[in-house]
């Protein structure tokens, strides 16, 4: 079936440090990938995705190539900000037109940010 | 409010009882996701409907979770005979009919806790 795998947290950075977080994932077919965030407090959001190889999906200053050939969805911020201290979720959907929210998920990666 | 609601936020339970959990969606999304959450672990797909019938309930882990949503919006996740297993966060996510993938608004969850 499919899985997804994050890298192990939790991850701690200084504010304006370069932010990596590794996604892999196994799939059949063509998935489409996603990043989720969730705050403290609030629900999952979507941060951003990518349906097709070599698609980069961007937001908020966080970007992540889809990368067929790796298997990977690696998520990425230049400089990151105490705001964004947060839990990332790295997931797939292949359940294509019939079912767009049925998600994989990651096990998800703590990150802190500290001033 | 215009986001997800779910309720309880907390619920705590005694092994074997019977719990509810409700989910009320966003204003005009027909498509609704139940999730569960254990410690440590990304979300796993439970069951999702579009309108009042289930579409897919191959997430359901045993007959003694059943879901509903009897008038196309609200939603029930109903499980019987709890099981200190069955701890965990409940999440719920609503959609549109033409969202694209992934396109998902959760809600903030209900976590319960099987004593």
């Known amino acids: 079936g499919d899985s997804v795998t994050q890298m192990e947290g939790p991850v701690t950075l200084s504010e304006e440090a370069f932010l990596t977080i590794n996604c892999t994932y196994t799939?059949?077919?063509?998935?489409?990938l996603f990043w989720y965030v969730q705050y403290p407090g609030e629900g999952l959001q979507l941060l951003l995705k990518?349906?097709?190889?070599?698609d980069k999906g961007s937001n908020k200053g966080f970007e992540a190539t889809y990368r067929k050939e790796t298997t990977s969805f690696h998520l990425e911020k230049g400089s990151v900000q105490v705001s964004d201290s947060a839990v990332y979720f790295c997931?797939?959907?292949?359940?294509?037109?019939?079912?767009?929210?049925?998600?994989?998920f990651g096990q998800g990666t703590i990150l802190t940010v500290h001033p | 409010g215009a986001g997800v609601s779910q309720t309880p936020s907390n619920k705590v339970t005694e092994k074997g009882k019977y719990v509810e959990l409700r989910c009320d969606p966003i204003?005009?999304?027909?498509?609704l996701y139940w999730y569960r959450q254990s410690l440590g672990q990304g979300p796993e797909f439970l069951i999702y409907?579009?309108?009042?019938?289930?579409?897919?309930d191959s997430g359901l882990p045993n007959d003694r979770f059943f879901a509903v949503r009897p008038e196309g919006s609200v939603s029930t996740l109903k499980i019987q005979r709890t099981e200190r297993g069955d701890s965990a966060v409940y999440l719920c996510?609503?959609?549109?009919?033409?969202?694209?993938?992934?396109?998902?608004?959760f809600g903030e969850g209900s976590r319960l806790t099987v004593l």
């Open positions: 996510a609503s959609s549109l009919t033409r969202a694209g993938p992934g396109e998902l608004f």
């Open positions: 799939a059949t077919g063509y998935p489409s």
């Open positions: 990518a349906t097709k190889a070599d």
């Open positions: 997931a797939l959907n292949n359940a294509g037109g019939t079912s767009y929210g049925k998600l994989t």
């Open positions: 204003s005009g999304h027909t498509a």
């Open positions: 409907f579009q309108g009042t019938g289930a579409a897919d």
